[in-house]
T-cell receptor, first 115, second 116 residues
Framework: AQKITQTQPGMFVQEKEAVTLDCTYD???????LFWYKQPSSGEMIFLIY????DQQNATEGRYSLNFQKARKSANLVISASQLGDSAMYFC????????????WGAGTKLIIKP | SAVISQKPSRDICQRGTSLTIQCQVD?????MFWYRQQPGQSLTLIAT?????????ESGFVIDKFPISRPNLTFSTLTVSNMSPEDSSIYLC?????????????FGPGTRLTVL
């Protein structure tokens, strides 16, 4: 079974609008972490934001925030006021506490921001 | 955060040859990993590079094909041996545990390998 599911293979969004990228996960481990990465066409993998399973508040980093709904096992990335430079692939990943720091990856969502 | 460099950034190689990729981090890290990303795909973990001992390989990856070294806390190499066109991928070094912080995981810029 898929441990990380990103249901949106591609999205088009108008510049300056907010974007929500979906991510659901499956784990029986009570302690885990969720990561979001951005991969522009240049190929580098850029760490955006992290949410721990025991964190009381949703993580935020600048224009990025994570809508963490633990009971639903979802960790959606929200990008506020999108910019042309946000066009990229976005990957959700999970790390379980007993996994020896290994990341489990979703298939990614290709986001294109339209001017 | 950590500054991670990889050499080479890209290479075009002939079938049957080997290429060694270097990963250098500007600070000591707990864990170092090697990933592969084939065109249009997500990342696949090749192995965890262990300091001073043999790497831990994932299913489908073997030491003879992907020998890995990690002589210290800031440096690792991955060799892609006896290459075939199927090895054409981006190879990425990844680290966590920078300054003892493990809720971040960073990636190098990648090595884009093309095998003819």
């Amino acid at each position: 079974a898929q441990k990380i599911t990103q249901t949106q293979p591609g999205m088009f969004v108008q510049e300056k609008e907010a974007v929500t990228l979906d991510c659901t996960y499956d784990t029986s481990d009570p302690s885990y972490g969720l990561f979001w990465y951005k991969q522009p066409s240049s190929g580098e993998m850029i760490f955006l934001i992290y949410q721990g399973s025991y964190d009381q508040q949703n993580a935020t980093e600048g224009r990025y925030s994570l809508n963490f709904q633990k009971a639903r096992k979802s960790a959606n990335l929200v990008i506020s006021a999108s910019q042309l430079g946000d066009s990229a692939m976005y990957f959700c990943a999970m790390r379980e506490v007993d996994s020896n720091y290994q990341l489990i990856w979703g298939a990614g969502t290709k986001l294109i921001i339209k001017p | 955060s950590a500054v991670i460099s990889q050499k080479p950034s890209r290479d075009i190689c002939q079938r049957g040859t080997s290429l060694t990729i270097q990963c250098q981090v500007d600070s000591q890290v707990t864990m170092m990993f090697w990933y592969r990303q084939q065109p249009g795909q997500s990342l696949t973990l090749i192995a965890t590079a262990n300091q001073g001992s043999e790497a831990t390989y994932e299913s489908g990856f073997v030491i003879d094909k992907f020998p890995i070294s990690r002589p210290n806390l800031t440096f690792s190499t991955l060799t892609v041996s006896n290459m075939s066109p199927e090895d054409s991928s981006i190879y990425l070094c990844s680290v966590t545990g920078v300054g003892g912080v493990d809720n971040e995981q960073f990636f190098g810029p990648g090595t884009r390998l093309t095998v003819l």
